[in-house]
């Protein structure tokens, strides 16, 4: 399949992240949230966003309009109609993606393929909420999506190879390098990486060393190019504690409980960049 048109739900973070790259790359997109100001957010973002890119000459100004102009916010599901893949990129809640999911699958031809930007959620359980598992597959793309060159692209248990490679396909024509991973609790990415994010949340409560030197330490010692406090600020606090408890219950393994200044924080609702303040102030 060769996939031209497309529309993503959701217009937060991972979804205009997703929208823009895909109209960069010369598809039609449609980007779908429940409120304006929501999609207003997002657009804006996206204008923010390749307005920098036209700053540091990555991009030309006649690409950046028209790059805009290839997307189209609203609130109408209907919209959709006639994308041939649709990507979910709702908050981290099975409830609220299976609501999403089993509305794009009576909404799209059979043909269309569905795929959700889930980090941590079972692609076979949400694909159980559609009536064409086979034409389901997991996208989980990182943050800043136009930063970051990965996408893990995930089978759940009826994906058919010819999705998956659809899917694979799609990400190399949005610039992105797409590995392929089994659907496991945090597939491959997260499962070794949302660990080490707590234990360094479980360092800094035990007074091991400041928010400031951890950070330095991990740049410095491990060569990583940000700080897994710093990491998760960027991620969200809220979705990292989503994913340990989602490890802690699919695994019943104790060494996946998350750390409680992880879940002090979410509660007090300092969840990192997106709120202002969560291991540091912003």
Do not use: W
């Not at 949230?33 to 307005?51: P, Y």
């Not at 990415?189 to 030197?213: H, K, Q, T, Y």
């Amino acid at each position: 399949m060769n996939i031209e048109r497309i529309g993503v739900v959701g217009a937060g973070l991972m979804g205009h992240g997703i929208a823009q790259v895909a109209a960069v790359a010369g598809l039609e997109v449609v980007l779908v949230d429940i409120a304006d100001e929501a999609l207003q957010r997002g657009m804006d973002s996206v204008a923010r966003s390749l307005a920098k890119l036209v700053q540091k000459e990555r991009l030309s100004d006649e690409a950046r309009t028209t790059a805009l102009s290839r997307i189209r916010a609203t609130t109408e599901y209907a919209a959709l109609a006639d994308a041939q893949l649709v990507i979910e990129a709702a908050t981290e809640n099975l409830a609220v993606k299976t609501k999403i999911l089993q509305q794009l699958d009576a909404l799209l031809p059979a043909e269309a393929i569905i795929a959700t930007n889930t980090s941590s959620l079972s692609v076979t359980e949400l694909a159980a909420a559609t009536s064409r598992p086979e034409n389901f597959v997991g996208m989980h793309f990182f943050n800043p999506v136009p930063v970051m060159a990965l996408v893990e692209i995930i089978s759940g248990l009826s994906t058919s190879e010819a999705t998956h490679a659809a899917a694979k396909a799609f990400a190399e024509t949005i610039g992105k390098t797409a590995i392929s991973v089994k659907n496991a609790p945090g597939f491959a990415v997260n499962r070794i990486l949302c660990p080490m994010i707590n234990e360094a949340i479980f360092a800094l409560a035990e007074g091991i060393a400041s928010a400031e030197d951890i950070d330095a330490g991990m740049k410095l010692g491990c060569n990583h190019p940000i700080g897994p406090l710093a990491l998760a600020d960027l991620v969200g606090l809220d979705t990292l504690l989503s994913i340990m408890e989602t490890f802690s219950q699919e695994f019943g393994d104790p060494k996946y409980r998350p750390a409680p200044l992880l879940r002090e924080l979410v509660a007090a609702g300092h969840y990192g960049r997106k709120s202002g303040r969560g291991f540091y102030q912003y």
